[in-house]
C-alpha cells in the first residue's frame, strides 16, 4: 500500500510490480519515421506559409464580403478558384507566382471553391483551378481548369485580354 507525503523515491521502492513498457524493434522504427516526418512537414508548412506571407503574390478571400469588395473596383482583378485537394491546383501554384509579377496590373486573389460553393455556381466554375477576371463587378473573362495546365497556358489567357 502506497502512503501519502512521502518522498517520491520512497514511494517507487513500494510499488511490488513496476511496470515497464516494451516496444519491438519494428514499432520504434515505424514511430520514430512518423515522428520525423511529421516534425519535417510542420517545419516545410509553416516555412511556405511564412514564404507565401511575406512575398504577399496572392492574398486569400475568406468571407463573402472581402469577394464583393475585390470584384467591385475598376482595377481588373483575377482571383483564382481553387480546393485544397486539387492536383492541378498545385501544380498551378509552381508557377503561377512569377506570372503574379508578370501581370502586375491585375489585383490577384484566391478563394477556395469549396468554402463557396454559391460564388462557384454563380460564376460556372465547373473545374478547378480556374481563373476568373473582374472589372467593376462583372466577369469579363474566365480560364477554365481544362485550359489552365501550363504556364502559356495562363500566359496566353492573360494576353488576350482586353485592355
Known sequence: MIEGNKPLTSLVSQIEKPCRIQF???FLAFAGISIFKFCQKVRWS???????EEGKTMKRIETLEQF???I???QPTVIKFYTTWCPDCVRLNMFIDEI?????Q???LEIDRDQFPELGEKYQVLGIPSL???RNGEKIAHLHSANAKTPEDVRAFLQSLPA
Open 46 to 52: 509553416s516555412s511556405k506559409q511564412w514564404q507565401k
Open 72 to 74: 467591385s473596383g475598376s
Open 106 to 108: 491585375y489585383d490577384w
Open 132 to 134: 476568373l477576371v473582374f
Open 100 to 104: 503574379i509579377r508578370e501581370y502586375g
Open 24 to 26: 519491438s524493434p519494428a
Open 68 to 70: 464583393e469588395a475585390a
